[in-house]
């Protein structure tokens, strides 16, 4: 490219605050500003909790600025399937006290399901047939965790082929609920594991 094109080109990019790439400078720095510094901690449990939040809060701004529903639904698909997932193998690693691996939510779920039953008392039955029902549909969906992060799958058929529109308000007040009992199974098992 030409010098003269080329400085040209910097000049605009500076002038309208378009970032420029440059050499030697890493990704990830240890946190210098407060008001923007994450502490990154072992625990899965923190980790299901911020999936959960960021989709959170992109369905938020999907409700506040028209059109952004439609880039945000996979950001938000795949969070909400994250939270799930290292919520159920919090859930049978704090019982269990072993390392679970795989993306499987129907697995996980039928791992998790009889630690739940006798953890807690703040759901019951019902409850938990509901959260059965909708852990049993987002594994239909994304049956390997890879629906709302690719078009193809890896034999590249399409995923999210039955899928045409999301209510992600909705989505998000499903994902709530059943937040409740699996918050406070966790809670429970980890309570009770404090007491030993």
Request: glycine share 6%; with cysteine.
């Amino acid at each position: 490219m030409d010098e003269k094109i080329r400085k040209k080109i910097r000049r605009l990019r500076e002038q309208y605050g378009i970032p420029t790439a440059e050499k030697g400078v890493p990704l990830f720095r240890l946190g210098v500003n407060e008001s923007c510094m994450a502490t990154v901690y072992p625990s899965g449990d923190i980790r299901a909790l911020g999936f959960k939040r960021a989709a959170d809060k992109l369905v938020d701004i999907a409700v506040k600025e028209p059109g952004c529903a439609d880039y945000l639904v996979y950001s938000v698909g795949y969070l909400y399937r994250m939270y799930i997932e290292l919520r159920l193998k919090a859930i049978i690693e704090s019982a269990k006290q072993i390392s679970r691996t795989g993306h499987n939510l129907e697995k996980l779920w039928k791992e998790a399901k009889p630690i739940m039953k006798s953890s807690s008392q703040w759901f019951d039955n019902q409850e938990l047939e509901a959260v059965e029902e909708n852990i049993k549909e987002f594994s239909k969906i994304d049956p390997v965790s890879d629906a709302f992060r690719y078009s193809t799958n890896m034999s590249g058929e399409p995923t999210l082929k039955n899928i045409r529109t999301v209510d992600l308000k909705h989505l998000k007040k499903v994902i709530d609920s059943i937040s409740t009992p699996l918050e406070g199974s966790y809670t429970a098992i980890f309570e009770d594991r404090q007491r030993e």
